[in-house]
């Protein structure tokens, strides 16, 4: 068994400990010490690192025999007293997020009676799945209730009883272990057994700030960060919004309706384009057969839908006509049509374009489309020719 120090003082960031077995696990050094103030990995919150005698601590792992092993870097010798630092910045992150989980699991459980089956805390944020789907409402209200908690600035505190004694304290809920319980107390609002690092009161959590949340396993699964990821978000999305406020020229609040109308503009917009198109196609249709059949040619500014438009109008003046088009884009597009009386198959041309240049597309005798053809406008037309 290693003595686990953070138990009873989650804010020791140093210790000495005795080096009590140094083993080698798939290539790594596993060091085990009589005490320890690093968290392993484990109830959801991620391991503590630092240093052990100067080497790096990589990862802490909860051994199945009750003690816990330190992955290091360096080497150090069964018996040797060693100095163990741990990052501070990383755990006390952790201590926010998992003590804003307790508060904020309790808030949906007091308000609601909704019950958080199962908590993940993430290298960016973290997450409560409740039992049951919540509302926008409900989570606005349970926020609210678990950050008027963190300001009242309530005292947590550590309680060790045995499982008898805190069912009848009312726990939020059960704990499955026997023997003696570890229990975190967030005065008068919650009593849940964990062996996880907890700040000392509730203010030290700072923000319960509810990012998302969606439905999951006939429940919900609620993203939250609290703290310093909190404001680590806060800056991330202000960056964000002010970048989008440059160009919009709108505050956040009309950020939405402003890109909905920009939307609508840009359909319409497009819709007078599409029309335009429409009557230019039939002029370069004219200009195009005026050179005679077949017509083979890349044409400069037109899109596939415009390509196809003139191949349509050519093939309507002329019954005879056979027209294969390209757009000038890289890699560029083709539409191949045909006459009524006219024999040749526009889907195999296309085909045949597409195995020599790449690219994909066919389509029916009289009309075929493709695109994603890699070469010089002026090799598409010459091979063009030659299966014409
Ligand atoms: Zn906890």
């Known amino acids: 068994m290693t003595q686990r120090l953070y138990y009873a003082e989650p804010y020791r960031r140093s210790f000495d400990g005795t080096v009590l077995a140094v083993d080698t696990?798939?290539?790594?050094?596993?060091?085990?010490?009589?005490?320890?103030?690093?968290?392993?990995?484990?109830?959801?919150?991620?391991?503590?690192?630092?240093?052990?005698?100067?080497?790096?601590?990589?990862?802490?792992?909860?051994?199945?025999?009750?003690?816990?092993?330190?992955?290091?870097?360096?080497a150090l010798k069964a018996g040797e007293v060693v100095a163990g630092e741990i990052d501070w910045a990383r755990r006390f992150d952790h201590m926010q997020q998992h003590t804003g989980q307790h508060v904020l699991s309790a808030a949906f459980d007091r308000l609601f009676g909704v019950r958080t089956e199962s908590f993940h805390m993430g290298q960016l944020s973290s997450t409560i799945d409740l039992v049951r789907e919540v509302s926008e409402s409900e989570i606005a209200k349970a926020e609210d209730d678990a950050n008027r908690v963190v300001w009242e600035d309530r005292p947590v505190t550590i309680r060790f009883s045995t499982a008898e004694e805190a069912a009848a304290m009312g726990m939020r809920k059960e704990s499955a272990r026997t023997g003696t319980l570890r229990l975190i107390d967030v005065q008068d609002y919650d009593l849940s057994a964990c062996g996880g690092t907890h700040v000392d009161r509730t203010g030290a959590i700072g923000l319960i700030a509810i990012v998302g949340w969606e439905k999951f396993k006939g429940g919900s699964r609620v993203e939250f960060l609290c703290g310093g990821r909190a404001l680590q978000r806060f800056r991330v999305w202000r960056g964000a919004l002010s970048a989008v406020q440059k160009h919009l020229s709108v505050p956040p609040i009309e950020m939405a309706a402003s890109i909905e109308r920009m939307q609508d503009d840009a359909k319409a917009v497009q819709r007078t384009v599409r029309g335009f198109q429409e009557k230019l196609a039939t002029h370069e249709a004219q200009a195009l057969l005026a050179q005679g059949s077949p017509v083979v040619a890349a044409i400069e500014g037109w899109d596939a839908q415009g390509i196809k438009a003139i191949a349509a109008a050519i093939t309507a003046a002329d019954q005879d006509a056979v027209v294969v088009l390209f757009t000038t884009a890289t890699p560029a597009q083709v539409v191949v049509a045909r006459g009524a009386s006219s024999k040749i198959d526009a889907g195999s041309v296309v085909k045949q374009l597409a195995a020599k240049f790449g690219g994909k597309g066919g389509g029916k005798p009289d009309l075929a489309q493709g695109g994603g053809l890699s070469a010089p406008v002026n090799e598409l037309i010459a091979?063009?020719?030659?299966?014409?």
């Not at 696990?25 to 240093?51: E, K």
């Not at 990589?58 to 360096?74: C, K, L, M, Q, W």
């Not at 091979?383 to 014409?388: C, M, P, Q, S, V």
């Open 383 to 388: 091979y063009a020719r030659t299966l014409l």
């Open 25 to 74: 696990v798939a290539g790594h050094t596993y060091v085990t010490l009589d005490q320890t103030a690093f968290y392993p990995a484990s109830g959801g919150q991620p391991f503590d690192t630092g240093t052990l005698g100067g080497a790096a601590v990589t990862e802490v792992v909860d051994r199945e025999d009750g003690t816990i092993a330190h992955v290091v870097s360096g």
